[in-house]
């Protein structure tokens, strides 16, 4: 781990770092970790993720710094991957993010979760679908692998389509390497869920989710990976866009032929 917790921490929707007081563990620890790693798995590795959220939030030259290091101790490593959200990701310059690039990081996870702003505001994501697209494109333009993840139902039904067209521009705009999509699931002591409880969100139904997914998908002009690679979701949709877009479409389509009780409800945490 290069942070503990989350450098953001306001998401109304997110429960994961609620009892975790961020902070940056300092380099020397992290290469403790490493020569742990190194001694129990060997020097074989191939791939290394340095969590928690916003990795991307400590100096550049100390993410270089473990990144060499990493590089070093395992030889055969392929990629480096970290978390990184739009707020973040713009206090990096384009020049930050090549060194970074060339120090061995391959991939950015990054939560957008959606691309319009009446939604962003709502889930406090402290980032607006402009911004977004300026550090997707940052990314891109470094030569880092993009991984976008995207929150259907977080606009509840209310802004479901809005929702829907909103995260199509900003991902048209961006080209990730990967669409990654999950199903809001309400969770217990965040705001968001609160609000479920007090029925002030109306969850969308299993049928109205993947309505939702379909207008996304139907209005996507990327040329990426499109993953529903979670449990959360209601259809089992994966594909290479442009070519596979209308197999995907038909699988959705399908879905929403089958009675909407065979689905798992998306309120089983509240059981």
């Not at 742990?36 to 060997?42: E, I, K, L, N, V």
């Not at 959220?53 to 030259?61: E, L």
């Not at 940052?138 to 039904?157: C, M, P, Q, T, W």
């Amino acid at each position: 781990q290069c942070t503990i917790g989350c450098s953001h921490n306001q998401c109304t929707f997110c429960g994961m770092y609620k009892k975790k007081k961020f902070r940056i563990r300092p380099v020397a620890e992290i290469k403790e970790d490493l020569w742990m790693a190194r001694d129990t798995y060997g020097n074989g590795i191939r791939t290394i993720f340095f969590p928690d959220g916003n990795s991307i939030v400590m100096k550049t030259a100390e993410l270089i710094e473990i990144f060499e290091f990493a590089r070093v101790l395992f030889p055969r490593l392929e990629r480096i991957t970290i978390y990184g959200s739009a707020r973040f990701l713009l206090r990096k310059s384009l020049d930050d993010l090549k060194a970074l690039r060339q120090a061995g990081l391959g991939r950015i996870h990054s939560g957008m979760e959606s691309g319009d702003d009446e939604v962003l505001r709502r889930i406090q994501k402290g980032a607006t679908a402009d911004q977004i697209i300026e550090a997707g494109c940052r990314v891109k333009e470094a030569g880092i692998e993009l991984s976008e993840y995207l929150l259907i139902g977080i606009g509840g039904r209310e802004l479901s389509q809005q929702h829907a067209l909103g995260s199509a521009r900003v991902l048209n705009a961006i080209d990730p390497d990967f669409i990654r999509v999950r199903t809001y699931t309400p969770v217990p002591k965040t705001p968001l869920g609160q609000e479920y409880l007090a029925g002030n969100f109306q969850l969308p139904s299993p049928h109205e989710a993947i309505k939702e997914t379909r207008l996304i998908l139907e209005n996507l002009k990327t040329t990426g990976l499109f993953l529903s690679d979670h449990i959360s979701n209601y259809a089992n949709i994966n594909g290479k866009l442009p070519e596979d877009k209308e197999k995907m479409l038909q699988i959705l389509d399908y879905a929403l032929t089958i009675d909407e009780s065979e689905f798992t409800s998306q309120d089983y945490r509240y059981l």
